[in-house]
């Protein structure tokens, strides 16, 4: 595990969720609403691949879908991902840990899919699960 992993407290869910982290400014941010509304009705696909949804707001985190944050520190990630206070983000964090995707914007889940299902790792999850059917 590496030191920011363990510091941010995502060192957690390393190496069995891709976490997908929501920095927002403030909890009625209208990005916020809007990547919400986006991940709404994708709890399939967003199980299927194995993904955790985070929203980081200036001093907490919130788990939203998937695995729980009980140790995840905001400060922490918003300083290891270069995220200010003010600021809107959604940053993909792969099984790994390390930043996947990062967009400014609310992400299209086809978009946030596609990055997902292009990784090596989710490429041999697909294969491994083909060979078992």
Do not use: C, N
Request: proline residues 7%; negative net charge; charged residues 30%.
């Amino acid at each position: 595990m590496t030191t920011a992993a363990a510091a941010d407290g995502l060192g957690s869910v390393r190496w069995e969720y891709r976490p997908l982290l929501l920095f927002t400014p403030s909890a009625d941010h209208p990005a916020l609403g809007a990547q919400s509304t986006i991940l709404a009705d994708e709890a399939g696909g967003l199980e299927d691949r194995r993904m955790a949804v985070y929203v980081v707001e200036r001093s907490r985190v919130l788990a939203t879908f998937g695995a729980p944050a009980p140790e995840a520190d905001a400060k922490a990630l918003r300083r290891r991902f270069g995220v200010p206070d003010d600021a809107f983000r959604v940053i993909l964090v792969g099984l790994d840990g390390g930043a996947k995707l990062v967009s400014d914007t609310p992400l299209p889940t086809e978009r946030l899919f596609a990055t997902i299902d292009g990784m090596p790792m989710r490429r041999r999850e697909l294969r491994e699960r083909d060979e078992a059917d």
